[in-house]
């Protein structure tokens, strides 16, 4: 009974992606991949894509280095302000993406690419921190204390032997980071500005007029392969880790 249960709610939640998928591949009652070719076709499909992968690719590498980094300060010092970096994981997203906007409002701050990027960095250094500390704090601190004693510096040691025991801690917070940039829809349309636009804003923008077109379907399933992909390997990641 609890598996009929749990299947009716995997077959409530997926039906709806099922059905879009599908739609991206008909034509007339025909199965066709035209959808998708028309897609690289569009300038402003292949701009925003630029755009989305631009702001994941930037977002993620500077969450990993700095959320690795703080990960690290917090595991071998005293510091005690740990709590601030789960603010952005548990505030809902919309009050951050409306503190942000309100902040750059107060600077003057133009709105476009570096804002978007910005506010995407500042909340996957949180999702990096947590892993990445998750992954430190059950390695054995007497291995760094066995470089440092066999004449290692600290740098030498933390470049030899801290990130590569975390290594797959960073691996798995990197593509947390990458997909939450990748389809970030709430705090990029808070804090974007006149010609940028990302691909979950002409997904939102084309839908919002009414657009429901094949070509529509065939862009999110193919944001949903992207997604999909990275989830699968994060899962793959955490279970070899573990």
Do not use: C
């Not at 998928?21 to 076709?41: P, Q, R």
């Not at 590498?61 to 603010?87: C, D, K």
């Amino acid at each position: 009974m609890i598996r009929f249960f749990v299947f009716l709610i995997f077959l409530f939640l997926y039906i709806p992606i099922a059905y879009v998928v599908a739609s991206s591949f008909m034509d007339g009652g025909e199965i066709t991949g035209k959808w998708f070719a028309k897609l690289f076709e569009d300038p402003i499909v292949i701009r925003s894509f630029y755009n989305s992968l631009s702001l994941a690719v930037l977002s993620t590498l500077f969450s990993v280095i700095l959320g690795t980094l703080a990960a690290y300060a917090f595991l071998r010092t005293n510091l005690r302000f740990e709590s601030l970096f789960y603010t952005p994981i548990v505030i809902p997203e919309i009050t951050e993406a409306l503190s942000l906007l309100l902040f750059y409002k107060l600077l003057s701050f133009p709105l476009g690419f570096y804002s978007v990027l910005l506010g995407h960095i500042a909340f996957n250094i949180a999702f990096v921190f947590v892993i990445v500390k998750a992954r430190l704090s059950t390695q054995l601190r007497s291995v760094e204390e066995a470089s440092l004693t066999l004449g290692a510096n600290e740098i030498q040691t933390f470049l030899r032997v801290t990130i590569p025991m975390a290594m797959p801690g960073i691996v798995a917070g990197s593509l947390i980071a990458f997909t939450l940039s990748w389809d970030n829809f709430v705090k990029t349309v808070f804090t974007t500005g006149p010609g940028f636009q990302t691909l979950p804003l002409l997904i939102w923008s084309q839908a919002a007029r009414g657009i429901v077109s094949p070509s529509l379907n065939a862009l999110t399933t193919l944001m949903l392969l992207i997604s999909f992909i990275l989830a699968y390997l994060y899962a793959r990641i955490s279970i070899r880790r573990e």
